[in-house]
């Protein structure tokens, strides 16, 4: 009983330090561990890794031993099938070139940009009647007027040929269809023309080479080239100016739409072809419309004088704010075109601006309270 009390009474590390021993020496030396044949862990990016080091021992085999003595030889893709050109249409991939300004030695039509800053104003409908006015007074000239709006094309509405357009601007730049064949050719008027914008595509497949291509086609064709001109500084109103010989601002009496036209005018004067060219300045002329002489006189809207102090350009002409303007568009009609039925004081203004541009003198009608022409 003594011994047992004793034993239990000595102290406890002596009696575990041989198995202490015997477990550190086993910790210390592991058994080694039996070879793995299992499948091999994935890198990450070990794909891409592997292709990179493909191609760079790809690369340096064949620029140091030339093409690998063992490799296949590649089958070529087959080669997609192309289009004939068009028969009338040229087959080369070069686009026609308009001659430099003021070349004495060309004979290709004048291009007009009927432009401005603003949206809204009436370019649309003056260059539908400033075209259709021309065509009326000039029978032995032709006209061609041509929608930049890419995207949206309202000109055709204005002119009634909605339901006749095939092909349209962005397929001649394509050369998907010759510019014979996107034109339209007005009813009322043999010698005016149209050319409608896409719907379906947006105004960056627009390009200058491109614009410049159906623009030498059609002024190689008629004598006039009528820009409809999208709102804003974009891509369809920068090409639709860059290459113009006259700009007729369209403005509203009212400060936004003149000093969205003062932007224009900059930039025609600053960005065009001819300024580039230092050729002579694009001719810039002034057309107002929606003008009312009562409101003007109350100071409720600009008066001619103040929109001519603003932008400091000759005054083309200014139409009357009339109701006849928007049942004209719905009947698929310019408002000129009205002149003989009723005698609107729009139509009439309209005949006046063109006779102008054409160089005729005109007396300034519809812009007093006075005048009996106006509606009251």
């Known amino acids: 009983m003594t011994s047992l009390l004793a034993r239990a009474r000595a102290p406890l590390l002596p009696r575990i330090r041989p198995a202490l021993g015997l477990l550190n020496s086993s910790l210390s030396s592991p058994p080694p561990l039996p070879p793995f044949t299992g499948p091999q862990p994935t890198r990450l ?13 790809s690369s340096s085999s064949v620029s140091s031993h030339g093409a690998p003595p063992s490799a296949a030889p590649s089958t070529p893709p087959a080669a997609k099938a192309v289009q004939p050109p068009l028969a009338n ?70 002119l009634g040929a909605e339901r006749r357009v095939v092909f349209d601007f962005i397929n001649v730049i394509n050369r998907e269809c010759t510019v014979n064949q996107a ?12 050319l409608a914008a896409s719907q379906t595509k947006d105004k960056d497949a627009l390009t200058v080479a491109g614009v410049e291509h159906v623009l030498a086609s059609l002024a190689s064709l008629f004598d006039y080239v009528i820009l409809d001109s999208p709102a804003g500084i974009e891509s ?42 230092g050729s002579r300045p694009v ?22 004088t103040d929109i001519q102090d603003l932008l400091g350009l000759d005054l083309v002409g200014v139409i009357p704010e ?37 160089g005729e003198e005109r007396e300034m009608r519809f812009t007093t309270v006075g005048d009996p022409n106006v509606h009251q």
């Open 45 to 57: 990016f070990a794909s891409h890794a592997n292709k990179k080091k493909s191609k760079k021992s």
């Open 236 to 277: 369809g109103a920068k090409h639709a100016m860059y290459f113009a010989d006259d700009a007729i601002i369209v403005t509203n009496p009212e400060l936004s739409s003149c000093r969205d036209a003062d932007k224009m005018i900059g930039f025609i004067s600053a960005r065009s072809r001819r300024a580039e060219t």
């Open 283 to 304: 001719t810039q002329t002034l057309l107002i419309t929606r003008y009312d002489p009562a409101r003007a006189d109350k100071n409720e809207s600009l008066s001619i």
């Open 183 to 194: 034109l339209i050719k007005d009813k009322r008027r043999p010698n005016l023309s149209m």
């Open 322 to 358: 009339s109701s006849a303007i928007l049942t004209c568009t719905n009947l698929g009609t310019p408002v000129i075109e009205s002149k003989d039925h009723g005698a609107d004081p729009s139509a009439l203004a309209y005949e006046d601006m063109v006779d102008r541009y054409l």
């Open 89 to 158: 249409e040229a087959s080369g991939p070069e686009f026609k070139k308009l001659p430099a300004p003021d070349d004495p030695d060309a004979t290709v039509g004048r291009i007009v940009a009927v432009t401005s800053g603003k949206g809204g104003v009436g370019k649309t409908t003056s260059a539908a009647s400033f075209a259709m006015g021309i065509a009326a007074k000039k029978p032995d000239k032709s006209v061609c007027v041509v929608d930049f709006d890419i995207g949206l094309r309202n000109l055709d509405i204005h």
